[in-house]
């Protein structure tokens, strides 16, 4: 079993900056994939991106060059820095972390609130 802890979310003005950390425990694989989805009001949960323990990324189209994934492996850790923040990032963030092994197993974090607004 593998739990998930995130922090770091809140209230920041258009154009502000956040950053989420979301840290690991449990029967971690040495190859897995973290990433972070959101969720706004009446939408459906989106991915905005991700990062394997090699390192390969993807990133949500809207929100490139503002936000920034990271993570330290030592800690079981993934980042989420969110620069130049709009009124649309307004969303729940969560925490994903996905291995296999036979099969794919995917873990939630409880989720943070974000609000861009002024």
């Known amino acids: 079993q593998v739990q998930l802890v995130e922090s770091g979310g809140g209230l920041v003005q258009p154009g502000g900056s956040l950053r989420l950390s979301c840290a690991a425990s449990?029967?971690?694989?040495?190859?897995?994939?973290m990433g972070w989805y959101r969720q706004a009001p009446g939408k459906q949960r989106e991915l905005v991106t991700t990062?394997?323990?090699?390192?390969?990324?993807t990133i949500l189209e809207s929100v490139k060059g503002r936000f920034t994934i990271s993570r330290d492996n030592a800690k079981n850790t993934v980042y989420l820095q969110m620069n130049s923040l709009k009124p649309e990032d307004t969303a729940v963030y969560y925490c994903?972390?996905?291995?296999?092994?036979?099969?794919?197993?995917?873990?939630w974090s409880q989720g943070t609130q974000v609000t861009v607004s002024s």
């Open positions: 449990g029967s971690i694989f040495s190859f897995n994939r």
């Open positions: 994903n972390l996905m291995q296999w092994r036979g099969q794919e197993y995917n873990y």
């Open positions: 990062i394997t323990s090699g390192g390969t990324t």
